[in-house]
């Protein structure tokens, strides 16, 4: 199931270019440039307190940069709302579960796909054609993206019902829902038990597989981007100690440095 690109696959990179972060005094991120090839699965990693969310946070309009630059796609991304990179096709999901808990799993979905309604809201409470076929192609869609992260048999159970590792699917599937073609992912199995985080680990793999779009994932713990990302970025301290493939920067003295302090 194809997702509609905003652009070439091929021309869809992020390049990010000695970007700076700070708070009053402190130096959150200190020129980390790094860049996602297309199709591809690039874990940002590091320590906690690295500045691997601050980043996130910057690539989608929450922080402000004070230097360098972030280009997704040829556009410079600094400097834009949330929402205008959002449209670009750049989304999240949050480190902390933000559904509607009372609202079914397809509720949870639909509202993820408003950025893509046109008829939007009041056109389908008013029953006009256009509007009803729009709603039936959005519940197909939102049926695929179910099948994909493995809900099609919650779709119609409140959120606030489904186990940990289930919820946690449903914030991707959500994320998915806006068509993204660059996903950003933090902590994504932060807080499961294995069986979960192994399940999400195949569910992003399969993500990345059958849509094609470019991951960032942001994780402290290293084991879990091994088997999953393509290159490893690798933080502390804001500033980038390491980049390269998992086997690369798992053997990289200084990336062992910053994980188990000091000792190779
Ligand atoms: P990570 O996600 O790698 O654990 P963060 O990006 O959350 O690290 O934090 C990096 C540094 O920036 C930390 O020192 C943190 O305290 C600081 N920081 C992050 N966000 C803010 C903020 N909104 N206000 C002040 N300091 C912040
Ligand atoms: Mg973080």
Do not use: W
Request: hydrophobic share 45%; proline share 6%.
């Amino acid at each position: 199931m194809p997702a509609p690109a905003a652009a070439p696959a091929a021309d869809r990179e992020l390049v990010v270019d000695g970007l700076s972060v700070r708070f009053g005094g402190v130096a959150a991120l200190s020129e980390v440039s790094l860049s996602v090839e297309p199709g591809s699965v690039h874990a940002l990693i590091g320590p906690n307190g690295a500045g691997k969310s601050t980043c996130l946070n910057v690539l989608t309009g929450v922080y402000r940069a004070a230097a360098g630059s972030v280009r997704y796609a040829g556009v410079e991304l600094t400097g834009l709302r949330p929402h205008r990179i959002a449209a670009l096709g750049v989304g999240r999901t949050f480190q902390n579960l933000a559904l509607s808990p009372t609202a079914t799993v397809a509720d949870n979905l639909l509202l993820g796909r408003h950025r893509l309604t046109r008829a939007g809201f009041l056109g389908a409470g008013l029953r006009i054609p256009r509007a009803r076929r729009e709603q039936s192609e959005q519940d197909s869609r939102v049926r695929e993206i179910a099948g994909l992260l493995e809900l099609a048999e919650v779709l119609d159970r409140p959120v606030a019902a489904l186990p940990y590792g289930d919820r946690k699917r449903v914030e991707l599937a959500r994320a998915l829902c806006a068509e993204p073609t660059l996903l950003l992912l933090d902590e994504p199995v932060a807080g499961m038990n294995a069986d979960e985080s192994a399940r999400l680990t195949a569910v992003i793999a399969r993500v990345r597989a059958e849509l094609g779009i470019s991951i960032l994932l942001v994780e402290h713990d290293m084991t879990f981007v091994m088997g999953l990302a393509d290159t490893v970025t690798v933080l502390d301290f804001g500033k980038r100690i390491a980049c390269g493939t998992p086997e690369q920067v798992q053997r990289d003295p200084e990336v062992i440095r910053a994980y188990l302090g000091g000792a190779p």
